[in-house]
Every structure is written in C-alpha cells, then in structure tokens.
C-alpha cells in the first residue's frame, strides 16, 4: 500500500486548506478496508492524531485541538482522504501525514495503530 499525501502549504490566520491522502496498491485494492488517520507533528514536538476514520462507516474521530475545525471524508472512487482545516492558527503549522491500516473498524487515532504512512506535507499558518 503506498500513500501520498499533498495539498499543503502557506495560509494566513484563519484560512483553510484541504490536504488529500491518495493510496494505491495490488489489484483490486480498496481503501474502504482500512482505517485511515491524519497526523501532524511540529518541530520539536512528538507526532500526533488529529483526525481518523474507520472502513466500517463509523463517523471520524478528532483530536481536541481540531474538533470544530478539522474534518475527515473519504472518497471511495479516487480511494482517497481528506482532511478539511478551517480557522487555522499558528499552533497547526507541521507537517502532516496520512497513514493506513489494514483494520477497518479500527477507531484510533494513535502512530501505533497504523501500519502504512505516506510522506509528509508541510502546512504552515503564518500572516
């Protein structure tokens, strides 16, 4: 399973971006079968859950920090995800991940769940 996250860059205080999380693999490959989690980590901090999905139709679940602001949706015909930020603040600059795993009614949003990670995307919220 290879993941590639984009849709990063430079916004201002209170804008929004769209990252998207496009996964490819064997024949047949869906990725409705897995769980998917956006993560983020800053410089000199730990990596952390923001938003994560299960395949199993159960709704997202947030980190504190981005519920309100924050949402995740699948694309089931571009095998894709998202992740929606609105009213961005300074304090979500990092650079964010999209990861995988192959539990689909997995509801965690924590590294250790997940098996696949893509490559990073810088966001950074600066005026």
């Known amino acids: 399973v290879q993941l590639q996250a984009f849709g990063g860059g430079l916004v201002q205080p209170g804008g929004s971006l769209r990252l998207s999380c496009a996964a490819s693999g064997f024949t047949g490959f869906s990725l409705d079968l897995y769980a998917v989690g956006w993560f983020r980590q800053a410089p000199g901090k730990e990596r952390e859950g923001v938003g994560c999905v299960s395949g199993s139709g159960a709704p997202p679940i947030y980190a504190d920090s981005a519920k309100g602001r924050f949402t995740v949706s699948r694309d089931s015909a571009r095998n894709t995800v998202y992740l929606q930020m609105n009213s961005l603040k300074s304090e979500d600059t990092a650079v964010y991940y999209c990861?995988?795993?192959?539990?689909?009614?997995?509801?965690?949003?924590?590294?250790?769940?997940?098996?696949?990670w893509g490559q990073g995307t810088q966001v950074t919220v600066s005026s």
């Open positions: 990861a995988a795993a192959y539990r689909p009614r997995l509801r965690a949003c924590q590294n250790f769940a997940y098996d696949y």
